[in-house]
């Protein structure tokens, strides 16, 4: 074989090498996950969900008073915790109906909501605002720790402007000492 002869063998090979060696990329587009599970999903899931959707918006209901954030609207859904007195760290009782709360909010990703800090009728105004405060923050603080985004969260604090049970007694107090959840629209 002739020196010419040898050099095109040579770089025919080297040309069929390099085509080989890169073959193309193939882009691979995934689905978010949530896609993937609503095909997973089987269609008694799907009704479930949409009977619990239809309830949570059923137990929604508007309140007069406008929020941080918007219009506020009440859920029967969400309950309250109460606090002891002067203190706003959560009590292990409480600890498991935010548990419930935090579980359905998770449900509903796309849902705001407003805590709102109260107070019994003991104390100074600025105090009350204060603890009233610390009240919704430590509830903030706990829906955030078990998987809420604390972005889908805002606080208020009404002190003890806004009793629930406008008695002078501890049974009244105790029930005014509370972290109340509404929802908040749009």
């Not at 060696?21 to 995934?30: I, L, R, W």
């Not at 137990?59 to 969400?78: H, Y």
């Not at 600025?126 to 610390?134: D, K, Q, V």
């Not at 604090?157 to 049974?171: A, C, I, M, Q």
Request: proline letters at 4%.
């Amino acid at each position: 074989m002739s020196k010419i002869g040898l050099i095109i063998t040579i770089l025919i090979l080297c040309v069929g090498l390099i085509m080989m060696g890169c073959p193309k990329k193939t882009a691979v587009k995934e689905e978010p996950s949530v896609k993937k599970e609503e095909a997973t999903k089987t269609e008694a899931e799907r009704a479930k969900e949409a009977k619990a959707k239809e309830q949570f918006e059923k137990s929604l209901v508007a309140e007069k008073t406008p929020g941080v954030e918007g219009e506020v609207f009440e859920s029967s859904l969400l309950k309250d915790i109460h606090f002891d007195f002067d203190k706003y760290d959560i009590r292990p009782g409480d600890a498991s109906i935010l548990n419930e709360n935090a579980a359905l909010l998770k449900k509903y990703p796309n849902v705001k909501i407003q805590i709102e800090g109260h107070c019994d009728e003991r104390g100074t105004v600025e105090y009350n605002l204060a603890l009233g405060e610390r009240r919704a923050n430590s509830t903030k603080n706990y829906l955030a720790s078990h998987g809420v985004f604390p972005s889908r969260i805002s606080t208020i604090s009404y002190g003890k402007e806004k009793p629930l049970d406008p008695g002078h007694n501890e049974e009244a107090w105790a029930k005014n000492r509370r972290a109340h959840i509404v929802i908040l629209s749009k």
